[in-house]
């Protein structure tokens, strides 16, 4: 069994897919046509054929209030591992990106948690 594909709940897909292209570097992957929204998946830039992130739009009550919930209890929608966290907290500052936490570490690693723009907390983090 093999992790192939992995959902983010956003508040909007055309943001989301700004922020996860133009600042954090990851590439487009899908952008198909579905209906009102669309079926939209980014991938790493250093894995282009690895598991794909699916831009899924909040339209669901009950995915907006998860959505919700978890940012406003400061918990992390999802997490993505970084080689060098320094540099990659630089170069995410130098973008505009929002870091809640800064990298902070935590015995087992380095971790920091950044704003997406879209409604949700990521965390980054570097073992």
């Excluded at 093999?2 to 600042?23: P, W």
């Excluded at 899908?30 to 830039?45: D, F, Q, R």
């Excluded at 990298?103 to 690693?109: F, Q, R, Y």
Aim: net charge negative; aromatic share 8%.
């Amino acid at each position: 069994m093999k992790i192939r594909l992995t959902s983010i709940i956003v508040d909007d897909q055309d943001k989301a897919l700004e922020f996860y292209t133009g600042r954090l570097g990851f590439l487009k992957k899908m952008e198909l046509p579905a209906g009102e929204y669309k079926w939209l998946t980014v991938v790493s830039a250093e894995e282009p054929d690895g598991p794909q992130v699916s831009l899924e739009p909040n339209v669901n009550p009950a995915a907006k209030a998860y959505q919700k919930a978890l940012y406003e209890g400061g918990i992390p929608m999802h997490t993505f591992q970084v080689d060098d966290m320094q540099k990659e907290h630089e170069r995410l500052k130098g973008a505009g990106v929002v870091f809640r936490t800064p990298p902070t570490n935590m015995g087992w690693g380095t971790m920091a948690v950044i704003e997406d723009t879209c409604g949700n907390l990521i965390m980054l983090f570097q073992a």
